[in-house]
């Protein structure tokens, strides 16, 4: 277990970033990497929150009516690699990653039509060696059951990731720097609008800049300063299961209506997930899971008679609009955020951080224009 202190040094740090998911260990990173000094602060542990997951596909959008939105992910997707190799070599942490590709079964004509667009649309906006194809018979009888009744997308751009690893990585990676201060169990209770902070005991501190990357607890601390509802909390089920077999951990990503199955290099395999907008318990599941299990066995036979390992909930950041939002708080130029990427999160997580640290050095940020604030107030 990696070692860290709770200490704040003083004089005031360049930055101090709310939460440390896996945004703001990413933007922790990028900054210490860039020489600045950082308080990061969580209310729980490090990376505890739903960063804490066991799915982590990485996915890439639908490659048809291209946008900027789906050139973010592609460009989050394509360059994930490079820096997760970076953290394995600092760290010796694995991190999981895979470009393990996507099947989706096809169940009906009308998706079947689409699918031909779906694939020339690769061919064009999909820059390198990625592969859209629409296959009539199921390439993986191994892995997957023949549900698709017409037909199988079959992509080689998803990929997967450990999530728990990756970000033991990036927590491994700050504790190698002196210029960064991690403080744990440290709930902020208020934002100022000159980027102060309120701890608990009325204690204060003060940054050149604050980030606040505080997944969906990010949106009641902005609610202060921006006087708006910007978000909300989406929860999600999701469960480790270790099959009696043997399987390739290499095998795709299996998505069919709304399920993934995931093989992890760890022998075990991810399935996800549920989608709650009412809940009053985070980090509990039910029988909506179970249903869900049940449904990943009936495609993938692997899972026949595997046990579960564990079941996880937590609960994602939805900034309203759908879309991440980044940037500096209209009217509070020490203030950024960076948040609410939803399901998608840790694809483009470190593209998130470098846009965020440079919209606090004022730089003119290259984001899709939905993923500005000024789209989400
Ligand atoms: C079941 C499930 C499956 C998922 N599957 C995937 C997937 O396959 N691929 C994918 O990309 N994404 C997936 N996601 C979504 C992804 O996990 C989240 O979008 C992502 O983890 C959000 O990261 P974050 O850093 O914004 O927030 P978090 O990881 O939630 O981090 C925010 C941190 O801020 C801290 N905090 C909150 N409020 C305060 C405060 N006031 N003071 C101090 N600290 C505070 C919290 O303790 C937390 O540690 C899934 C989510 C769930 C629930």
Redesign the pocket.
């Known amino acids: 277990m990696v070692s860290y202190q709770n200490t704040i040094k003083r004089p005031a740090p360049d930055f101090i970033i709310?939460?440390?998911?896996?945004?703001?260990?990413w933007t922790a990173y990028y900054a210490a990497k860039a020489g600045a000094s950082v308080v990061l602060?969580?209310?729980?542990?490090?990376?505890?929150?739903?960063?804490?997951?066991?799915?982590?596909?990485?996915?890439p959008h639908q490659p048809i009516n291209w946008n900027d939105k789906k050139q973010y992910q592609f460009e989050g997707l394509t360059s994930l690699p490079d820096e997760i190799t970076m953290l394995e070599a600092n760290t010796g942490i694995e991190c999981g990653y895979r470009r393990c590709g996507r099947i989706m079964p096809i169940a009906h004509a009308e998706k079947r039509r689409q699918s031909a667009d779906w694939s020339t649309g690769a061919t064009k906006n999909w820059s390198g060696d990625y592969v859209w194809q629409v296959k009539d018979d199921n390439p993986r009888t191994d892995w997957m059951s023949s549900v698709g009744e017409h037909g199988y997308n079959v992509e080689d751009l998803a990929a997967?990731t450990n999530?728990r690893a990756l970000v033991s990585a990036l927590v491994a990676s700050l504790v190698q720097f002196s210029n960064v201060e991690l403080l744990e169990g440290?709930?902020?209770?208020q934002l100022g609008g000159d980027g102060t902070i309120s701890l608990p005991g009325g204690q204060s501190l003060v940054a050149g800049k604050t980030i606040v990357?505080?997944?969906?607890?990010?949106f009641?601390?902005l609610e202060g300063l921006a006087a708006k509802k910007l978000g909300w909390g989406v929860?999600?089920?999701?469960a480790l299961l270790r099959p009696l077999q043997s399987f390739d951990p290499a095998s795709p990503i299996i998505y069919d209506n709304g399920t993934?199955v995931?093989a992890h290099d760890n022998g075990h395999i991810a399935i996800?997930?549920?989608s709650e907008r009412e809940f009053s318990q985070p980090n509990s599941t039910d029988a909506q899971l179970d249903v869900l299990i049940e449904r990943a066995r009936q495609i993938c036979p692997v899972l026949e008679g595997a046990s579960v390992v564990e079941r996880?909930?937590?609960?994602?950041?939805r900034a309203t609009g759908r879309d991440p939002m980044i940037g500096t708080l209209p009217g509070h130029p020490d203030a950024i955020v960076?948040?609410?990427?939803?399901?998608?999160?840790?694809?483009i997580?470190h593209l998130m951080a470098r846009d965020a640290l440079a919209a606090s050095s004022g730089e003119a940020v290259q984001i899709p224009d939905s993923f500005r604030i000024e789209a989400h107030l």
Not at 41 to 59: H, P, Q, T, V, Y
Not at 186 to 189: D, E, K, L, S, W
Request: aromatic share 8%; no cysteine; proline share 4%.
């Open positions: 709310i939460g440390a998911g896996i945004v703001g260990l602060i969580d209310k729980g542990r490090l990376g505890s929150g739903a960063s804490n997951g066991i799915l982590g596909a990485l996915m997967r999530p440290t709930q902020v209770q990357t505080a997944g969906y607890g990010s009641p601390l929860k999600g089920q999701a993934y995931i996800g997930s549920t996880w909930a937590d609960v994602r950041p960076a948040t609410g990427g939803f399901k998608i999160t840790f694809a997580a």
